[in-house]
């Protein structure tokens, strides 16, 4: 009874992500229409002359009329193929899975190296937070956190890059030799103690594994501060509101020790609202990174989007959208199962 | 029934109004230092706002000779890489920034709300198309889809409100519909259906007063999120009309210069901070104060 | 001169050919009465300064994105240019590090009937990467890809004055022009024109199979390129390196960062913001080449208010250069004069008197266009140039002092070159610059092209353009192109702000000779013509 429940409500969003899937196509399909200029004279650019632009029109079929476009794309995708990019030339096809499956390989493996740093951080945090909550190393936890929410992503991604170009200059600038010299020694001392980082995360199809994980590393810890502060704080919050039940206040009455309290207790039944933050991080790790690739050079997916939109190649701004928005809905919909799973309660929302 | 009606009524009225203000009082003695310090970077952030040009030392465009100027008795903190003085931009910057932000969330607030609180209260048809519109809306990135949407539009001020408030107002809406489906399924709220009372009557006096401390705690955290929002878009080439300030982009132009390890572009980017850290401060109080739990970014 | 002292001059010419070690120099330069010290820093001087054998260098392009491609139709930024048209190909003619005009993949060319014919001769038994001998048909179809009404080239209106190209035999091209251009090599090298290998009649770009120094091996768009030598390159003991990869950096504090940590050997366009951090760095080097490029800020001279040719000279005295090369170019780049031509360029002619900020002159001849007080708008945006929304706002201050209120509008980015220039009243371009003055000229000023960018129509102008290109003597043909700079000046449309320095910085241990200054990354050649310097 209860399974069919679950498999019906699952189905029932799977298909209504269908339909969303379907809505953000046309919506993106339009806004592209509605951009200034086209392909042919984005990729011309200053030099574009109106025969030339014609011409290459002509050839990716731009002189066609939208809704036609639109349609003919519909047809195809419905059939698993995605297209080609209008860069592709006669005899020089590029598909648009050619294009996107690296890309989306690489998003995918940064925000799964992130997530493994990230959210048993923030949990263990959160519960040693929560734990002693009002200490000074909660303060400390929240006022770091919240500072590092607080600065533009592109800011930490940069701050982490000059601490890593720090390593080999800091001993020959002026602040340092300004400061007294045990403690220029002793910053410069620290700063090499942090591993050399590569600041550019250019990594292709021939990267190996660990390379890749080496390579992605400062992507990594931006990313990792930008979102623990979020996760973190749920979780403490969560399991505080969970402490104040009366359920929690007996098994304290039975000597339970605070961890075992916490951990036993109060984390089964504060799942729900954790992990609803840790998808919405999640899927923001897939789907809002586009700043941090640009910064350390990572061809991820957003970067390939915005790129696409700058060049106005529909087929691929198309694919990436659907791949943005089938992961938001996924992981929205695994939050949801693993919330209803963890508090049945849920599915019968009032 | 219709005895008992006008005395739940009365008691329920006076129980908001006592409790509403004497916990305010309350609350206000017994705020934290974080809070009290929350509160005071935020007043000081809006008098500067409002008076920039009696504090300001120059116009706010005002160019001078020497680019990149050091920190100096005329330059208090410098030049930027135009020759105008720092300490002005930062000073209108703030008017800017606080002023398109606080703009910006009233407006993704004023939509998100009513929306989300019609469709708890109605359900239905138009809680179905509204959700649905905006599931639709959260699953485009919206960074990239606020980049596609000012190429469209074009980059001014009003275009640039409107569509952060839009992409906004997507989250209050999740919020404002899911506190509200809380509130609505109550006793009282039930009861005043009962008697027929009319929708706005309803939303304004008994819904409006029991969902609002979990949003405006959002409020505070949304304002701050929209800062980070322009900074990235300025970073990706659309954002603020120059020549007028704004601390995102102001970080933008001179990030580069933390290489340098010159500390100018760390004060917009501390301006930002400090004032998010104030927010926040003064949410959690808020937050504990009303004891209510904030869920969702 | 002892024998110890002999054998370590051989052994210095050795090192340039990469035929002696290091330890086994500083062992003659023990033997010679030198120090390890001294003997070891001739080593390295000598080292730097020959080209060396061998090696891997990593570039850091300022571009590159995922739309890229090999076709030479388009190549629309320095990551394709240096990458496949620099690195993998070659034209007929190619620019030297003076600025000449060099035969390339031509041994040689002459013309005949008042420059009307060009017929260059072909280098014997050159090979493309697949073996195949490169043959005047394919100089021939490669250059017609570019011509005709179909094509989809960039670069169409360069060969619009060819009227026939034809092969005569298969080492001889004979191009025939509708009217005589004594420059007409200088535009064969341009980056578009790539010789590909002909298949069916039709020029094949999608194989990647050219001429030039390298093959590739390896491209991701928007990513990398990778490739290696061409052990079979027709230039005696080019390229150095064995490999180059050519990595895209867009943004500009990553290329810094990169180059600073060591994870590229050079970058394109470095930020000129923080040079200074980057030169205290002892392993870097700054490169700053004054090249062809420039920014200009035209006027649509059929447009009121700017049909007016006081208003125009009004607007060039109420815009600060200097001001302009000092903030926005931190003074790498060189104060225009309201001439596109490039002091390098041959021809040039510094017109008189030098435009600068004067609010008195400006103001004379607003007056003297029956105006008191002015409003224009400036339509700009960073895409036209980096630095673009700062210079607009800089000339709002300096106009605002002459009576005249500039009301600057920032464009999008994107579409730019679509919507805005052309289109709008005044807005802001750049030229990345032409190798000839006449080029140049014809592209940008003359009455009938498509990027006549102010639409000046000025007779003189146009009938001094048609005669100067057919002019062989010298003399007389500088005093024409002279003529025609006063006439830019005085008044022409276009407000040419600064020529741009092309400013890029490397490791030490990349070695290179004297620089080309047509285009960026000595000029395209870069992996051709450089070297990794041994220490």
Redesign the interface.
Known sequence: MRLNSVAKTVLQRLGLGLITLFIVSIIIFSAVAMLPGDFAKATLGQSATPETVAALQHEIGLDRPPVERYFSWVGKMLKGDFGSSFASRTGYRRTVAEIIAPRLYNTIFLAVMTALIAVPLALGLGIVAALYRNSWFDRVVNTVTLTTISFPEFFIAYMLAFLIISRDTFAGTEFAQSLPAWLAISINWTLNVVPKFPTLANINDETPFWDHVWRAALPSITLTLVIVAHMMRMTRAAILNMLSSPYIDMARLKGMGPMVVVVRHALPNAWAPIVTVVAFNLAYLIVGVVIVEVVFVYPGVGQLMVDAVRSRDVPVVQACALVFAAAYILLNLIADIISIATNPRLLHPR | MTSAEPLIQTTRAHRVRRTRRSRMRMALKNAPLSAWFGMGVILCYVVIALFAPLIAPYRE???F?E?FAPWSHEFTFGTD???RDMLTRLIYGARNTIGIAFITTTFSFAAGMTLGLLAAMYRGWLDQLLS?AV??L????????A??????F??SIPSLILIIALLDSTRVFRLARAVG??VV?MEYVEVAQLRGEGPVWMLRKEILPNVLPPLIAEFGLRF?FVF?TI??LS????GI???SADW?SM??EN???????DVT?LLP?GA??????AV?FVV?WFLHSTSG????? | MSESGYKLRIAQSLIGRGKVSRRDFIHLGLAAGLTVAASDQIFVTVARAQPQQGGFAKLGMAHGATTDSIDPAGYPDTFTQTAFSGAMSNGLTEVNAKGEIQPDLAESFESSNAAKTWVFKLRKGVTFHNGKTVTAEDVVTSMRYHMGGDTKSAAKSLLESVSDIKADGPETVVFTLNSGNADFPYIMSDYHFVIMPSVDGKADWASGSRTGAFVLENFQPGVSAKLKRNPNFFKNGRPYLDEVEFIAITDLAARMAALSTGEVDYIGRADLKTLGMLKRNPKIEIIEVTGYGHYTLPMNVTMAPFDNPDVRMAMKWAINRQEIADKIFLGHATVANDNPIAPAIKFYKNPVPQHRFDPEKARHYLKKAGMEKLKVDLSVADAAFAGAVDAAALIRETAAQCGIEVNVIREAEDAYWDNIWLKKPWCASYWSGRATADWMFTQAFAAESSWNESFWKNPRFNELLVQARAETDEAKRAAMYGEMQQLTHDDGGSIVLVFNNFVSAKSKKLGHGDIAPNWENDGLKMAERWWIAQA
Request: proline share 6%; with cysteine; aromatic share 4%.
């Open positions: 465009t005002q160019v000779s680019a890489q135009l020759g649905r599931d639709v959260m699953s485009i990135p919206s960074l990239i889809f980049l596609m949407l000012l190429s469209i074009g980059s489906l809380n399924v701050c980070l900074a990235a970073f990706l080439g659309v009309q120059p020549p995102g970080v933008r990030a580069t210069l933390i290489t340098y390890g572009p980017a930002i901070a400090l004032l998010t850290v926040n959690d739990l904030r869920d969702e970014k």
